[in-house]
């Protein structure tokens, strides 16, 4: 029986991941004190993030009858960011500009995501490689963001604005180049769109991303103001 979104395995895997997810970020928060520790477990979950979503884009190599190599480079915007997430918090520092772009999409594509994951029934196996490491890299996305924030690498401010401007760029103008090279005709949904049947092609979701993006943080430097009124 092929699993379906919303059916018994996709609902236990957002149950069980939801709750060893905020348990882990419980402890984590309760329990981690001094930076050191805070670094160690930031690090085991990009290394997590990393595996999970590098061996989904393996899977996505030899899925099909002949081995496409360029399917190891991330062509989705969820699929790019943990790989850039990942690499940022292993390799960066705290609060670098590759925070300030990704931490949204990590959070609410890595949510959203594992929610209405419509590529479950792609496979019989709730298990399938893609399926299942699919899933994972979502989850991790998501849990490392809120550890980022409940850590304080990043402080979140409309002064780093240019780099959500930057990212969206570069991941535009490599789905244009993995069009044109590789043929891909939805990379980044630049020309197809991330729903079927819909308006949702880069073209809308970038300006909707940026419109909320830029209220949230309105609404946490009124929220930064309120507590911290200048006398």
Same mark, same amino acid.
């Given at each position: 029986?092929?699993?379906?979104?919303?059916?018994?395995?996709?609902?236990?895997?957002?149950?069980?991941?939801?709750?060893?997810?905020?348990?882990?970020?419980?402890?984590?928060?309760?329990?981690?004190?001094?930076?050191?520790?805070?670094?160690?477990?930031?690090?085991?979950?990009?290394?997590?993030?990393?595996?999970?979503?590098?061996?989904?884009?393996?899977?996505?190599?030899?899925?099909?009858?002949?081995?496409?190599?360029?399917?190891?480079?991330?062509?989705?915007?969820?699929?790019?960011?943990?790989?850039?997430?990942?690499?940022?918090? /292993?390799?960066?520092? =705290?609060?670098? @500009?590759?925070?300030?772009?990704? &931490?949204?999409?990590? $959070? %609410? #594509?890595?949510?959203?995501?594992?929610?209405?994951?419509?590529?479950?029934?792609?496979?019989?196996?709730?298990?399938?490689?893609?399926?299942?490491?699919?899933?994972?890299?979502?989850?991790?996305?998501?849990?490392?963001?809120?550890? /980022?924030?409940?850590? =304080?690498?990043? @402080?979140?401010?409309?002064?780093? &604005?240019?780099?959500? $401007? %930057? #990212?969206?760029?570069?991941?535009?103008?490599?789905?244009?180049?993995?069009?044109?090279?590789?043929?891909?005709?939805?990379?980044?949904?630049?020309?197809?769109?991330?729903?079927?049947?819909?308006?949702?092609?880069?073209?809308?979701?970038?300006?909707?991303?940026?419109?909320?993006?830029?209220?949230?943080?309105?609404?946490?430097?009124?929220?930064?103001?309120?507590?911290?009124?200048?006398?």
């Amino acid at each position: 029986m092929v699993p379906e979104l919303f059916g018994i395995e996709h609902i236990l895997y957002i149950i069980i991941s939801s709750f060893i997810g905020c348990i882990g970020l419980y402890f984590a928060y309760r329990y981690a004190k001094s930076d050191k520790v805070k670094m160690v477990i930031l690090k085991c979950l990009a290394i997590a993030l990393f595996l999970s979503v590098m061996t989904n884009r393996v899977s996505q190599v030899f899925r099909y009858d002949n081995i496409r190599w360029y399917c190891i480079i991330p062509d989705s915007y969820c699929a790019m960011t943990s790989l850039v997430l990942s690499l940022a918090v /292993l390799f960066g520092k =705290k609060d670098n @500009n590759v925070y300030h772009f990704v &931490w949204l999409l990590g $959070l %609410f #594509g890595g949510i959203s995501t594992v929610i209405y994951a419509t590529f479950v029934s792609q496979n019989s196996s709730f298990f399938y490689i893609p399926t299942i490491t699919g899933l994972l890299h979502h989850s991790f996305s998501a849990i490392v963001v809120i550890a /980022l924030l409940m850590f =304080k690498q990043i @402080n979140i401010t409309y002064k780093k &604005w240019y780099c959500t $401007l %930057f #990212g969206f760029t570069c991941y535009l103008t490599l789905g244009a180049f993995m069009m044109q090279a590789f043929n891909l005709s939805d990379a980044f949904h630049i020309a197809e769109p991330l729903l079927p049947n819909t308006p949702l092609t880069a073209w809308v979701m970038a300006p909707m991303y940026v419109s909320a993006y830029a209220l949230i943080l309105l609404i946490i430097e009124l929220f930064k103001k309120k507590n911290n009124p200048v006398n």
